[in-house]
Structure formats: structure tokens, C-alpha cells
């Protein structure tokens, strides 16, 4: 069982920049993708970005493309991403998300995803 852990939330003006963690119990053990989700009022679950822990290949959403940054530290089990240039628009609660997968489908589909973190809320005010 994969246990994520989101952090660095929080309230921002717009143009500024966050870093959110994802710390998991364990990733080495059989994770195949690591994602970020997010998810505004009213709104579906969205993809944002997303990378796989075997080749370091990572996927973004086309709007974050540029703004939004994915990296790890696999000494620290620990996923972030690094948000810069932030847009009211970007206001959501935000999910890291696990994939055990033995065969992995499009990285934004959240029914690949497994394990789920509580989330971390992010306000872009204008």
C-alpha cells in the first residue's frame, strides 16, 4: 500500500509561485506514474502533470506547460511540483496520485490511479 502525503498549499497573489510535496511511504515498490491532479468547485477532477519513476518521462497539461515544473527526490520518496506564475484559474484543491499499473494508459486518466493523497488546497488571488 502506497501512502501519499500532499503539502504546501496555500494562498498566493497572482504571478507568484508555490511548491507542492507529495511525500509517500513508499514509491520504489512497484509505482509505475506519479500525477498531480487538481480540482476546483464544481468542477472534474483535472490531470496537470505527471512522471514515471522507471524512465523520468513526464506529461503536462497543455495550459501548464512552461509555469508548471514535476521533479523528485527518490532519496526522500518525495514528488513535487513547482508552480510558477500562478493564475486565479489555477485555484483548485490539488491530488498527488499513485499508479500501480501493470499497463499504463493516458497519465491524466485518474481511473490509472490507485493510491490518492488527501490534497492540499491552492488560492490564486488576483
Known amino acids: 500500500q502506497v501512502h501519499l502525503v500532499e503539502s504546501g498549499g496555500g494562498s498566493v497573489q497572482a504571478g507568484g509561485s508555490l511548491r507542492l510535496a507529495c511525500a509517500a511511504s513508499e514509491y520504489s515498490y512497484g509505482v509505475r506514474r506519479v500525477g498531480w491532479f487538481r480540482q476546483a468547485p464544481g468542477k472534474e477532477r483535472e490531470g496537470v502533470t505527471a512522471v514515471d519513476p522507471d524512465d523520468g518521462r513526464t506529461y503536462y497539461a497543455d495550459s501548464e506547460k512552461g509555469r508548471f515544473t514535476i521533479s523528485r527526490d527518490d532519496a526522500d520518496n518525495t514528488v513535487y511540483l513547482q508552480m510558477n506564475s500562478l493564475k486565479p484559474e489555477d485555484t483548485a484543491t490539488y491530488y498527488c496520485?499513485?499508479?500501480?499499473?501493470?499497463?499504463?494508459?493516458?497519465?491524466?486518466?485518474?481511473?490509472?490511479?490507485?493510491?490518492w493523497g488527501q490534497g492540499t488546497q491552492v488560492t490564486v488571488s488576483s
Open positions: 496520485a499513485a499508479s500501480t499499473s501493470t499497463y499504463l494508459g493516458d497519465w491524466d486518466m485518474t481511473s490509472d490511479y490507485q493510491h
